[in-house]
């Protein structure tokens, strides 16, 4: 079949290969966004909607690649602001950037100021439909920088589909066991909120003309979570040291202090 012929050769792989780890690293921001998501699901629903809203991703980023003439026009210059022409993967950028802040602020406040207990809570169906349809229309914003990345290191249309397909697969493992290791941890939760405040406004920035190097993020990203995890050890060692520690004994002086 002649649209496999490029994986007949070692050019064809080892552009699979390089191509599908750009993704993975591109998709960074996504995995955080669909962790975060799923959060106000009950546990056994939350591997299924990161599943379900990835699987609807699949076919976005697929209709993207596929729609080479419409990823053409996104570059076409629609109106002009602030000395700055606006063409509409700008206008993407800044309501996908716009949706990022707002989603963050909601949630960090949720997480200082929580709703009162005795408030009826929304149908969990509804949260549930409401959480795939974000992570799918939400990747869209996020796969605009992969699937122009694919365009411009793949020739074969059929590379960039297999990249796609495979960066969303070990997207879909890996969402369960974050979305789990977040909730179980409120201080990487509020960490992950940061993310997404820090994401959206480099998405914003970005859409007028300001380009922000994504090394610059994931440095960031990266230095908070090395000092996030040296704190969870930290706490791991301090309340394994205290249930080590025998108690005090009646006559001890600890005892009164």
Not at 165 to 190: D, H, Q
Not at 205 to 216: D, L, M, N, Q, R
Request: proline share 6%.
């Amino acid at each position: 079949m002649e649209f496999l012929e490029p994986f007949t050769t070692i050019g064809g792989w080892i552009s699979l290969l390089s191509l599908s780890a750009m993704e993975i690293v591109l998709g960074v921001d996504n995995l955080v966004f669909v962790a975060l998501s799923t959060q106000g699901l009950p546990a056994p629903q939350r591997a299924k909607a990161a599943r379900l809203g990835l699987a609807l991703a699949i076919f976005f980023r697929l209709a993207l690649l596929s729609s080479m003439f419409m990823l053409a026009h996104l570059s076409v210059p629609l109106f002009t602001a602030m000395g700055h022409q606006f063409t509409g993967r700008d206008l993407v950028l800044a309501l996908g950037g716009l949706f990022l802040l707002y989603k963050g602020t909601q949630e960090i406040h949720e997480e200082i100021a929580p709703d009162d207990p005795a408030a009826p809570a929304a149908p969990q169906a509804r949260g549930f439909f409401k959480a795939i349809v974000q992570i799918a229309l939400l990747d869209i914003v996020f796969s605009l920088d992969s699937v122009l990345t694919a365009i411009g290191m793949a020739d074969h249309l059929v590379i960039m589909v297999a990249a796609v397909v495979i960066a969303i697969l070990l997207m879909m493992v890996a969402a369960a066991p974050l979305s789990r290791f977040i909730g179980e941890n409120p201080s990487v939760k509020m960490l992950a909120l940061s993310f997404l405040l820090l994401i959206g406004m480099s998405l914003l920035t970005e859409s007028f003309g300001y380009h922000v190097p994504k090394g610059f993020i994931y440095a960031a990203i990266g230095f908070s979570v090395l000092v996030e995890g040296l704190n969870q050890f930290a706490g791991r060692a301090r309340r394994k040291a205290a249930r080590l520690k025998p108690p005090p004994r009646p006559d001890s002086p600890d005892k009164f202090k």
